[in-house]
């Protein structure tokens, strides 16, 4: 974003006017007079500043050795409209917290011209030229959530972050968008269309997997850098790694003890050593299972890994998805060889090995998003090549919930119901079995032969 003096076309005031899109809710649809006020009554956005001032982030804070979070780049990145820019914006700007610009783009160039009639006779081009980001379709949609519920360069969600207390990311575009509440008419729109909702969760996972090779190449080149200089580098990044490999639990050990469990992920065994990959089939039992990386190995980022290997089983065969199973997998086992070494060649290695997945991603998220119809379809024997295609596959929780998720996008199809999931019996049981226990940050107790059973009774 390029910033204004002001701030102007930044500061949600410019847009919140009751004359503009401050207006009631239900109000003029035509020029959607009610978006500011539905973001600012029901978006999780609207109150991200707020949550720095929380005990939560002020914990956070302590032990990171920080000043108060509202006034950390490293949290205004991504909690306000502070990104990218130099001078620090005034405090009435940054309490919008997730602002209209942070997704609809920099406004100083186009406030006072969107409202003419001259602005409809614009091009898509011309509109971005002025800093206008187009949300329409998945693709655009998906760049632009990924920057911070993924991260990038510039917005950079560490291991000490999560350490210190941070919520780890998630990211599937799909139920992202149904938890949502909607600030806009969904008519006539793209959204409108049928396979809305698969072509989000098709599109998002390859841009999802593009985002995270990228903040990976990012943070690759940055510590290459700084090893050739001789200084301390953040590698191995344990972000980047399955974080069950390394934790069996992130919960207090009295919290642990109070409900009679002391390892609630099972000890790693020779199968399972040191990743969590895989999960047994029915008839099969753990040992049966073939090892993908060597033992005592993280996998690398398996929430990203298991959705988007699901994009060439799921859809009717893509040559851009074979490529990017291949190099997905070329990247793997890159990271996987000494994983822990830190000589500038290996890693700048792995840069440039992340920086061609990323691509590949980027080009198979393209054609997701023109391709003329998708198709994720609900019949059992897609379902199955879904869900249940790779056993290897399934033994982790990140695996339970990418498949569950998928299952949803499959069967719930049609206009995409944003920020109101309609209810259904046995998905929505599944989709709770993986939620973290109450007082958990982490999925505590999972069992992968329960989630079978209970996915073999979604049909
Ligand atoms: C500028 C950064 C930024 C961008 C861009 C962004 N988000 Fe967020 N989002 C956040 C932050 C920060 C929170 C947490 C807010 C809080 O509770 O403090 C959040 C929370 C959410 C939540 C509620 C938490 C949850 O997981 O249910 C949803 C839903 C969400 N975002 C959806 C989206 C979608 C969809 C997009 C893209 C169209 C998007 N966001 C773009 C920063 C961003
Ligand atoms: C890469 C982007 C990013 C950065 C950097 C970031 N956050 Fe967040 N933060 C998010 C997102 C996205 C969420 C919502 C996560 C969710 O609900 O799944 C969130 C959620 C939170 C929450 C939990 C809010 C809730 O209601 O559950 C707290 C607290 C928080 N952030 C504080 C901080 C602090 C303090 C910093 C700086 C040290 C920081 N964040 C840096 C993106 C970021
Ligand atoms: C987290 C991202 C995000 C934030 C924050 C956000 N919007 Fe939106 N907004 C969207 C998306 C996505 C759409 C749907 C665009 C489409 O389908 O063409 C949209 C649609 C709209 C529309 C419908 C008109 C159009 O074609 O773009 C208006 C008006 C609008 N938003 C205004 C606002 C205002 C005002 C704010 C701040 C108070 C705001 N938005 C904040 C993502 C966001
Ligand atoms: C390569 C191993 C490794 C990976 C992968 C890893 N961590 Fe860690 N984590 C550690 C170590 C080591 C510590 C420090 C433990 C200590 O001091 O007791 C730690 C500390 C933590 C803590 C603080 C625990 C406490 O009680 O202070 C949390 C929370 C955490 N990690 C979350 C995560 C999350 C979430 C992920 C995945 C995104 C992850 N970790 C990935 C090794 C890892």
Redesign the pocket.
Known sequence: MTPDPAGRGLATASCASSSCHGGPRGGNHAIHSFSATTWGESD?HAG?YQ??F?P??LR??KL?G?GP?HT?R??L???SVQEGIERPLPRAVLSDGVGCASCHGDASRWLESHSTDAWKGLSPADKSALGFTDLSGPRERARVCAR??V?DAD???HHD?VA????R??FELAQLQRRWPRHWDPHGRAESAPDFNARSWAVGQAAALEAAAELLAARATRAAVAIRGGERARWPEFTEFDCLACHRDLAPAPVLASRGQSHPWPLATDATAGNAEGFPGRGQSQADLPRTLPPGTPGWQPWFVTGSRWLDRSLDGDAATAELAERTAALRRLLAREWTATDATRVERIAAEARSLARVAGRSADTLAAAPCITVAADGSRLDTLSAGDPRLWRSWEAAVQSTLALEAACRGGPAPLGSAAPDGPLDDLRESLLYPPGFDAPVGFDPVRFREQRDAVR
């Open positions: 999780p991200a949550t720095l929380e939560r982030s956070m804070a990171l920080i979070p950390e490293q949290c990145a991504c909690h911070c519920h991260g917005h950079d969600m972050h210190a207390g941070h919520p990311l998630f």
